[in-house]
């Protein structure tokens, strides 16, 4: 067991009150390392830090030029230190060491662009209707950045917020998730060696309901950046309002994958697989409902699910495994109630279903992959996110009845469309109320391209040069170019 600590101020330390939790390795179900439990005097003293560090010149006065290398330096130490952050993220919350590895070798971009942007920033003049007035924009920092993580792509989903806000001049304090920690206190090393002035990035760990809510509701947080389910990300939204708190939230879905009849069947098959067995469908943007057209339909599933009875489950710092365990021991829980919700509410399960028991998954907390066909639209499986390799098969009979299925959820993430036809593709994708639709491919996402949801699926958008908006506010100046003050008595 090792003991990891909390970064504030630049200085490493303890919960103020010298809790600790467990976290837990998903393949073996032990515990491996501990990490503080911080608690309200934590966040007390991570956000004093964040405060004192966003007035402070060295922060406040450094040009964004100046800021936009520091980014780029960080981006170069997570290069240097992909594999081993990855390593330990799939100790830590048991994803794929291949799928890890590539979002650690990749994520260096985030910084890059990032850091290429900070100088990019600028404001306007105004050609004002106002002859002895000169009027101009600014485009400035919030202040102090709460960013709240899930447990599924921790490095990740912490970037896609640090790299924006820190762009934009903001501080920050991160609360990684209570699964998935350590990464994040390791990661944490990173920002002092790039030059990142102290109390620019602070990290508490602990429970959501105690630090994740005392963070949200501090009074000097201006902005909350968080991921995760959407009943905490609503009362965390609710808790932000009270405070006149910007948000951007990320919250899930149940996204469709639709396969037409005129599909390209084996690529159709491998992105249906990618979007809900990999990752063990614990990814937001999970393509957890398969619409399949009537005329392929049974063509498809016996294909599918061939292809996912081959599918290698087993230890996930093996490169060679293709499905790993969930993260905690409750995740599996909820997994193993919604595949009863679905056998309780009529769906045919075709594979899995239960529990894995197999030599190579050990002690782990694993779930066979899970395919149910016969679902109907308005079954709980096809409304609600199950967060775990699960799939619902729901036939359709032309365009328009796939529009209305895909778009009968509360939730609007993503979307993916398997067609030959473009013409197909371009108004269905028009149609579809998702914030991402891909069109012959899955989950790909760049630092490049915005990222976010539609309806219940959340609010603001998560990379590409939108995110900068996120973490900026307007300011306009005034400056008489004109003698004298006219009548103080009347509005200018
Ligand atoms: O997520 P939470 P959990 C879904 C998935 C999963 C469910 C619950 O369906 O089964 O959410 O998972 C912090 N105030 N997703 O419990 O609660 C928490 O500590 C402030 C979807 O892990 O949403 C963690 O850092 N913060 C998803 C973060 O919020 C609070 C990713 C996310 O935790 C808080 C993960 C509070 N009151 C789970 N309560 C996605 N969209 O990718 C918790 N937190």
Known sequence: MQDYQMLCDGKWIDAADGRWLESYDPYTGKPWARVPQGGPQDIDRAVESARRAFHDPAWRDMTPTARGALLRKLGDL?????????????RDNGKLISEMRGQLRYMPQWYYYFGGLADKVEGRVIPIDKADCFNFTREEPLGVVAAITPWNSPLLLATWKLAPALAAGNTVVWKPSEHS???ALVFGRLFEEAGFPPGVVNIVSGLGSEVGEKLVTHPDVAKVAFTGGDQTGQHVYEMAARGIKP?????GGKSANIVCADADLDNAVKGVVSGIFAATGQTCIAGSRALVHRDVHDAFVEKLTAFARTARMGDPAQPQTQ??????????AKILDYIEVARAGGARCLLGGAAADRPECGEGWFVEPTIFSEVRPDMRIAQEEVFGPVLCIIPFGDDEEALRIANDTRYGLAAGLWTRDMGRALNLSRRLEAGTVWVNTYRATSFMSPFGGYKRSGIGRESGLSAMREYLQEKSVWISTGGDVPNPFVMR
């Open 78 to 90: 997570v290069a240097r230190d992909a594999d081993n952050l990855a390593a330990i993220e799939t």
């Open 181 to 183: 920690t350590v990464s």
């Open 247 to 251: 948000v951007t939230l990320e919250l």
């Open 323 to 332: 499905i790993g365990p969930v993260t905690t021991r409750a995740q599996m």
